[in-house]
């Protein structure tokens, strides 16, 4: 069976706005995995933003989100979240969830901040 992750909930939101992230798992479940957030903006590297262990802790992020963004995640529905706060313009980027554990990465989803 096909093992897929896969993102949601990009879009266009205004400086200071909120967006939800989703990253759902197809094929297999997420139950006993850990999972992580990354991003990458036009000429620059992916970069690393939130990590979360398989029972919801271990909570760690780096400093550019600590405290605006905040991961968590729901194993009966198979979803892990990324709650993102007061977004700027620098949080543009695509936006990728991925299984740690045979290197699942999910296809991606565009944020814009932009007034």
């Known amino acids: 069976q096909v093992q897929l992750v896969v993102e949601s909930g990009g879009g266009l939101v205004q400086p200071g706005g909120s967006l939800r992230l989703s990253c759902t798992a197809s094929?297999?479940?997420?139950?006993?995995?850990?999972v992580r957030w990354y991003r990458q903006a036009p000429g620059l590297e992916r970069e690393w933003l939130a990590s979360?262990?398989?029972?919801?802790?271990?909570?760690i992020y780096p400093d550019s989100v600590k405290g605006r963004f905040t991961v968590s995640r729901d194993n009966d529905k198979n979803i892990v979240y990324l709650q993102m706060d007061s977004l700027k313009a620098e949080d543009t980027a695509v936006y990728y969830c991925?299984?740690?554990?045979?290197?699942?990465w999910g296809q991606g989803t565009q944020v814009t901040v932009s007034s």
């Open positions: 094929g297999f479940t997420f139950s006993g995995l850990a």
């Open positions: 979360i262990a398989n029972d919801g802790s271990g909570l």
């Open positions: 991925m299984v740690p554990r045979g290197g699942l």
